[in-house]
């Protein structure tokens, strides 16, 4: 086998997923390799795709959006549309980590305010009955 096509066992191995997520990508015409028999064969190009598909997923970005902008670059060929597409979406979705992020925030000083009353109250228990 050459450096230009890798076997399931190896694009798990070089990318820690699972046969099945390979499968499952393949299912959502997201990655193309080649079929011999039952054997898979994934190309440069399919290892590329999936480095994109795994960072987009990292962000967030939905497997629709990932879809997209791998079909753009396809299309077109050049960077340009695809690199316009993937900056809108990433800011969209840099504002809706944000938004998260301050939500978790408010969240996070509220539990601490209920935890400091609750031990301000489990001490005035314990002293109540010493």
């Known amino acids: 086998m050459t450096n230009d ?12 997923v699972t046969p099945r997520t390979l499968r499952f990508y393949e299912s959502k015409e997201l990655l193309f390799p080649i079929r011999q028999g039952t054997k898979r ?7 590329a795709r999936l480095k994109l598909i ?9 497997l629709e959006d990932i879809r997209q902008l791998l079909d753009l670059y396809d299309r ?26 301050a939500e978790l925030d408010e969240a996070i000083a509220e ?6 009353w ?3 109250a489990i001490a005035g228990f ?3 009955a010493e």
Not at 41 to 47: A, P
Not at 76 to 101: F, H, N, P, W
Request: proline share 0%; with cysteine.
């Open 5 to 16: 096509v890798m076997s399931i066992s190896e694009m798990c191995a070089a990318f820690d």
């Open 41 to 47: 064969l994934f190309t440069r190009r399919d290892r």
């Open 54 to 62: 795994l960072r987009g997923k990292r962000f967030g970005f939905s």
């Open 76 to 101: 077109d060929g050049s960077q340009e549309v695809q690199l316009i597409r993937t900056y809108e979406i990433a800011r969209k979705r840099l504002a809706q980590m944000e938004a998260q992020r």
């Open 111 to 116: 539990l601490k305010d209920q935890l400091a």
């Open 118 to 120: 609750g031990e301000s």
């Open 126 to 128: 314990r002293k109540a």
